[in-house]
């Protein structure tokens, strides 16, 4: 059983770190209304990876890795939203 729990939370960060990386991405695409110079380009993966870290850290300090979403409730809610805040 707690192979299975190692394997989920694997997955779910694996699955933040994408979806985080899109959103950054696209909040660059959309700021530059899709013409990316090389250097905001540069920005970004210099900055990517470090937004990427601390996203990754705020979620892992607020428990969001710990609960079982299939079993979602107020507190996971809570939970994220203080996370992400």
Same mark, same amino acid.
């Given at each position: 059983?707690?192979?299975?729990?190692?394997? !989920? !939370?694997?997955? *779910? &960060?694996? /699955?933040? &770190? *994408?979806?985080?990386? %899109?959103?950054?991405? #696209?909040?660059?695409?959309?700021?530059?209304?899709? !013409?990316?110079? !090389?250097?905001? #380009?540069?920005?970004?993966?210099?900055?990517?990876?470090? /937004? %990427?870290?601390?996203?990754? *850290?705020?979620?892992? #300090?607020?428990?969001?890795?710990?609960? *079982?979403?299939?079993?979602?409730? /107020?507190?996971?809610? /809570?939970?994220?939203?203080?996370?992400?805040?």
């Amino acid at each position: 059983m707690r192979k299975i729990q190692n394997w !989920k !939370k694997a997955v *779910l &960060v694996v /699955i933040d &770190v *994408l979806l985080i990386n %899109t959103a950054y991405f #696209l909040a660059f695409f959309f700021r530059f209304e899709g !013409k990316i110079s !090389k250097s905001s #380009l540069s920005d970004y993966r210099g900055q990517a990876l470090w /937004i %990427t870290f601390i996203f990754i *850290l705020c979620f892992a #300090l607020f428990k969001l890795y710990r609960s *079982l979403w299939a079993y979602a409730g /107020i507190d996971e809610f /809570i939970h994220g939203i203080e996370a992400c805040t």
